[in-house]
């Protein structure tokens, strides 16, 4: 495992270049709040790339500004969001109930897309038994399934996932991360996702972003050098250890 302050990347072009000079938030009678401050990261094909910090550092402000949901803040986000070809996956699967999951997904999509072939997509999620049911019938990581199959639709450049394993037990989030690498093996898909699990991160991401609390700034960017294949109990545990030594307050012990 190597470690930068910055991205220096040689090859393909970064699918994504988030760069957050300053955000703060300024509210009538209240003190203004520095949420993000010098946060700045490239997104490429291909790549699992895990943002780690504190609640409330900003994580969430970061995700916004990247979605270009909030566009009052000094910095960049290139190319324009609009066009950037990103899809979300949130932590609420956010399904409606009255309709069906095939309905839910199909939804999802640009009316001009909606009538589009997904048996495959339906097959690799584990999702062809249930296109006709409804979310109440599904357990609560079926329904994320069900949210995942609704962003990869899309046939997104870039997949961002907020939290997606949390509260899920083992073995339905560990299905789930299976799911999302199978899912980047392919299509190239580069996956941004947030998460409090670093286990979990240091599992299945390309690239590890350790942010500080707030205002949040880059401490790290960390490439994990070994293939995912290749990674075991005992590999884990050491790096999650030497993260801790590092990063206290940031990785726990």
């Not at 709040?33 to 946060?39: K, M, P, R, S, T």
């Not at 699992?48 to 609640?55: A, F, M, R, V, Y």
Request: proline share 7%; aromatic share 4%.
């Amino acid at each position: 495992m190597s470690a930068a302050g910055a991205e220096t990347v040689t090859g393909p072009a970064p699918l994504l270049t988030v760069r957050v000079d300053r955000k703060v938030y300024r509210k009538a009678r209240t003190e203004a709040v520095e949420a993000v401050c010098g946060l700045a990261f490239d997104l490429h094909a291909g790549e699992i790339t895990c943002l780690i910090g504190p609640s409330g550092a900003g994580k969430t402000t970061t995700l916004r500004i990247l979605l270009g949901l909030d566009r009052d803040f000094e910095g960049s986000v290139t190319p324009e969001p609009s066009q950037a070809g990103i899809a979300m996956v949130f932590q609420d699967p956010r399904l409606l109930p009255w309709r069906t999951i095939e309905q839910n997904v199909r939804l999802g999509l640009p009316r001009e897309r909606r009538t589009r072939d997904l048996d495959d997509l339906f097959e690799s999620l584990g999702l062809a038994p249930w296109r006709a049911h409804y979310p109440g019938a599904l357990s609560l990581g079926m329904q994320r399934r069900v949210a995942l199959a609704r962003a990869l639709a899309l046939e997104p450049r870039i997949l961002v996932l907020d939290e997606p394993f949390v509260s899920l037990d083992d073995a339905a989030a560990a299905s789930l991360r299976a799911l999302v690498v199978a899912a980047v093996a392919r299509s190239g898909t580069s996956v941004l996702m947030v998460t409090h699990n670093v286990a979990e991160a240091i599992e299945i991401a390309d690239r590890l972003l350790l942010v500080s609390p707030r205002p949040a700034h880059l401490l790290a960017n960390l490439p994990l050098d070994r293939p995912r294949p290749e990674r075991d109990r005992a590999w884990a545990d050491a790096t999650r250890r030497g993260l801790a030594a590092r990063f206290p307050g940031i990785v726990a012990q």
